[in-house]
């Protein structure tokens, strides 16, 4: 697979890093995709385009997604789901796939939160920091095209893809085995989605963890993890992301990571450099990081009305056991592993020995009863 970024004019990005040999699966064809950033004219049948300038193209074989397992770490900003994903990696050969659409992108390693090098523990991450932010924003259908090819190889060498992030969009996009790029999964006043009757199939065998935090002590942690950021150097940061960016065509993805626009007029306008605005611009990245919490646990909520099986760890102790100042070494030995790690690990495991455990194909889904007086239990089980 290629994967052909364009860069303004004639100049073409070819990422290095993303062409791997062919993933080759006994008894599956191999599957010759393309991802381009190039103007939108026409619709074609063998096209799916996005509205954003990315279209996916070419010879899909019939394939055998479904022998393919993947672990799934979803849950809100500030969950706990980079730990977890390399815990469960390092427990069971795993590699991450990172599923978080503003991570993708090169840059803004501390206002993204991206997990640190020392951190991932010798853990390969695929997709974390990789695609260039200045060539246009990637679809969740280009990412599908994308986390696929990385699950197949991590696959074919016998190890485990663990695809762990907040996007629910692109998390939606790579495992739905009905994915249609015109359909919002997560808006149900649309007239689609009120004929749904029937719950959605995977196109692989998914272990789905919830990492879940109670939201008022989310919510708290969030801001206070602002804060750390801030100390961290988040600002500094982005004031080298300003300067740099000068007169250029702003990058359409890293553009959109909270933070970007809430100090865009504190670095850019004349005379904005004032405490006041200083103060404003933390204030809106709190407050948009809470509203963003808000709306993944809505989306994970979605998905498990569709009919996925998602399992739920409750991560809630964790975080209070760090905002009480408990240490990190005190709460590594208690909450963590007892809440979160531990009942994960057992599903993980249990997930890997049993071929049927928790997975509904396109063959074999199970219908869910859509009534207006009685709304569909989402299939949330808390390891």
């Known amino acids: 697979m ?49 509205g954003n300038g990315y279209s996916v193209s070419g010879s899909h074989g019939q394939g055998k997604e479904e022998e393919q397992r993947v672990v799934v770490i979803m849950g809100a900003t500030g969950t706990g789901k980079s730990k977890l994903s390399v815990d469960l990696s390092v427990m069971f050969s795993g590699e991450v ?76 996009a790579l495992l739905s085995d009905r994915y249609d790029p015109r359909r919002d999964p997560f808006c149900p ?15 692989h065998r998914c272990c789905l963890l919830w990492v879940h ?54 670095f850019t306008s004349r005379g904005g450099r004032t405490a006041a605005a200083y103060e404003a611009a933390v204030a809106a990245i709190k407050s948009n990081t809470r509203r963003l919490a808000e709306e993944q646990v809505r989306k994970i909520q979605r998905l498990a009305a569709l009919g ?22 005190a709460a590594a030995t208690a909450p963590w592993p007892r809440d979160v790690a531990g009942p994960s690990a057992a599903a993980v495991e249990r997930f890997l020995e049993n071929d049927n455990w928790g997975h509904r194909s396109s063959r074999n889904r199970h219908r869910l009863t859509r009534t207006r007086t009685r709304a569909v239990p989402p299939p949330i089980k808390v390891c």
Not at 189 to 203: C, D, F, H, K, M
Not at 308 to 329: E, M, Q
């Open 97 to 172: 796939v990172n599923s978080d659409k503003i991570q993708v992108y090169r840059g803004l390693d501390i206002t993204t939160n991206k997990i640190p090098v020392v951190e991932r523990r010798g853990v390969p991450h695929h997709l974390l920091g990789e695609l260039d932010p200045a060539a246009g924003e990637l679809p969740p259908v280009g990412f599908r095209a994308l986390a696929e090819r990385a699950i197949g190889d991590i696959s074919t060498r016998r190890r485990i893809p663990v695809l762990a992030g907040g996007s629910n969009s692109f998390i939606h």
């Open 213 to 266: 935090v109670e939201a008022a002590v989310l919510a708290e942690h969030l801001d206070r993890r602002v804060d750390e950021m801030v100390g961290e150097g988040m600002v500094e940061e982005l004031e080298r992301y300003f300067a740099a960016e000068g007169k250029a065509e702003r990058h359409p993805g890293l553009g959109k990571a909270i933070g970007v626009p809430e100090f865009r007029g504190y």
């Open 2 to 50: 290629r994967i052909l970024l364009n860069g303004g004019g004639s100049r073409a990005i070819l990422l290095p890093h993303l062409q791997r040999p062919p993933v080759l699966v006994k008894q599956q064809r191999a599957v010759t995709t393309t991802v381009e950033l190039r103007p939108q004219r026409s619709h074609h049948l063998h096209d799916w385009y996005c």
């Open 308 to 329: 996925w099986p998602l399992r739920l760890v409750n991560a809630t102790n964790t975080v209070a056991a760090r905002l009480a100042g408990v240490g990190a070494a």
């Open 189 to 203: 006043a649309a007239a689609w989605w009120r004929r749904v009757t029937e719950g959605e199939g995977l196109r």
